[in-house]
């Protein structure tokens, strides 16, 4: 995949701004499109839009085909006449800077209930249906039966109890309303030369429809319950590693049907985004396997992935591959040998980029790259820099010395050690790399108060805002004179 040269901002559904608790894709989505466009930004990024859990990681979803019902924006619901305007009375409307889950969830529900009643089945619906049967029944049939035992995990489902059929219409309902949204607003993007880079996960949630109907393809035991889990070991992210908790892949069972769960899973992220960014490529190549039920992913082991025959299936059914490899982690030769044989670019991240000969620096980069400054996985660079300085201040941390000194030299950060983050900014767009992104929380300048995730930690996290009065105009002039000044202000990626 070739990019031309351009930039971009990182801005997950959830942190848009508006009413009712949670960003969405409502009027606020496309304030966001036109606020691109003024800023002379051309790419979109955004994270996984699945059905989310407990702890609301879009990484950790119970479908790998469906859309979140907490994006379903209510104003559109009453555009399209399936709610009355008084219905939104008593929505959590106040705009804050971060996400209240618990009560969007439950406002999202009653409001999609409401509007189910109104639903009567017509063309549109039954073309959707017949579109999406591959994965629509599997996933209806699942959160029917989720609700018929009361929340249970799917190990625990009493073979006893049937879906309700109004459960199962109702769940289908939902995913017609999110898919008509997302085309609303990916036309909207279309129409202003704005492109959507999505994310896809690289496992599934153990609790998921994919799972439940498609056990076979996963590392389980006889109780359905995971033999192995997925993670990484001890990195810069995270010094115990990071344990997922989801379950591994029966590679050979996959490559025997053709990898066709996820030949359907991919090509239907095709069809909603322009740009796909695929999370933790390394896990292709060999993947960090973690027996079940430990607390930490110190004691896993590396295990092969599918390597080439993989993707010369996904060439070989998909045609062009418009694939951004997330190779970050501890990435091996065969990791990158993997990525340049399909001709996939793949990321660096500024707040990296200052150890000794770091490919992350941007005097290190390659023309067929993404740069960012951090991404949702990172502190904030602002964040990030106060971090880095009061640490090297403590006198006996050397790394964060190195660091520090190296960054205040290599971009050029003054003695006052004002905005920071636009220096990392600039440095990104002044690079040979084909795409800068950078998140909206470094635009605004804002601290690690609005970091978006942490890794390690389960709780707390996704849950920053964007307030439309933090986005003034003189941040959009400012991004779009840089933007135009570094010659990212193309038309196109391709």
Known sequence: ???????????????????????????????????????????????????????????????????????????????EGYLHARDLQGAPRSESAYVDFPRARQFKEEILRKAFRHFSEDKKFRHFEEANSGWLQRFADFMALREANRGKKWPAFDPRIKPKLEAIRYHKFVQYVFFRQWETLRTYCGERGILLMGDMPFYIE????????????????????????????????????????????????????GYQWWLDRLRMAMTMTDVLRLDHFRGFEAYWSVPAGHSTARRGHWVKGPGAKFFQALRGKLGKLPFVAENLGIVTPEVEALRHKFGMPGMAVLQFGFDDNNTHRPSNYER???????????????????????????????????????????????????????????????????????????VLGLGSEARMNTPGRARGNWRWRLLKKQLREGHLKRLGDLTEATGRDGKTVN
């Open 1 to 79: 995949m070739k990019i031309e040269r351009s930039s971009g901002i990182l801005l997950h559904i959830t942190s848009l701004p508006g009413g009712f608790g949670i960003g969405d894709l409502g009027p606020d989505s496309r304030w966001f499109v036109d606020a691109l466009v003024e800023a002379k930004q051309k790419v979109w990024c955004f994270l996984p839009l699945g059905t989310t859990g407990r702890e609301n990681s879009p990484y950790q979803s119970r479908s790998a085909f469906a859309g979140n019902p907490l994006l379903i924006s209510p104003e559109e619901l009453v555009k």
């Open 206 to 257: 153990h609790d998921s429809a994919d799972v439940w109907s498609h056990p076979e393809f996963f590392d389980l035991g006889r109780n359905g319950r995971p033999r192995t889990v997925g993670g990484v070991p001890p990195d810069y992210f995270a010094r115990d590693g990071q344990l997922w908790g989801t379950p591994t892949y029966r590679w050979d069972r996959l490559e025997k049907v």
């Open 368 to 442: 067929e790259l993404v740069a960012f400054t951090g991404t949702h996985d990172n502190d904030t660079t602002l964040g990030w820099w106060r971090g880095v300085r009061q640490a090297a201040r403590n006198g006996r941390n050397r790394v964060a010395r190195m660091k520090a000194r190296s960054a205040r030299s290599f971009l050029q950060i003054g003695d006052h050690e004002r905005e920071p983050e636009w220096s990392f900014i600039q440095a990104v767009h002044a690079s040979v790399a084909a795409l800068a992104v950078v998140p909206m929380q470094d």
